[in-house]
Nanobody, 123 residues
Framework: QVQLVESGGGVVQAGGSLRLACLAIGRGFNTYSMAWFRQAPGKEREFVAG????????YFADSVKGRFTISRDNTRNTVYLQMNSLKPDDTATYYC????????????????WGKGTQVTVSS
């Protein structure tokens, strides 16, 4: 069992930056691929970024490539999402998710979810 706790959300002006963090409570953090998803009101939850447990390869949605980076610190059981050049379209609740030795970045593939943190980008 893994519990995921997100932090770092807030309100920022367009063009600004935020860094989200997700602490994994439980064992075996280094066996989980970690991902960030987001969900805006009235829209489906969508993949944002992911990092593999093994080779630490990173993956991004086209909408955030070049603006967001994802990283993990296995000594701190934490995954980060650095968000730069934020746009109003990035406004959403951001969720951390874990997939045991996963290679798929779909909502259905995730084994554990956090409760989310709100990011609001004002124009």
């Amino acid at each position: 069992q893994v519990q995921l706790v997100e932090s770092g959300g807030g309100v920022v002006q367009a063009g600004g930056s935020l860094r989200l963090a997700c602490l994994a409570i439980g064992r075996g953090f280094n066996t989980y691929s970690m991902a960030w998803f987001r969900q805006a009101p009235g829209k489906e939850r969508e993949f944002v970024a992911g990092v593999r447990e093994s080779d630490r390869g990173t993956y991004f949605a086209d909408s955030v490539k070049g603006r967001f980076t994802i990283s993990r610190d296995n000594t701190r059981n934490t995954v980060y999402l650095q968000m730069n050049s934020l746009k109003p379209d990035d406004t959403a609740t951001y969720y951390c998710a874990a997939n045991f030795y996963g290679s798929s970045w779909t909502v259905r593939a995730m084994d554990y979810w956090g409760k989310g943190t709100q990011v609001t980008v004002s124009s």
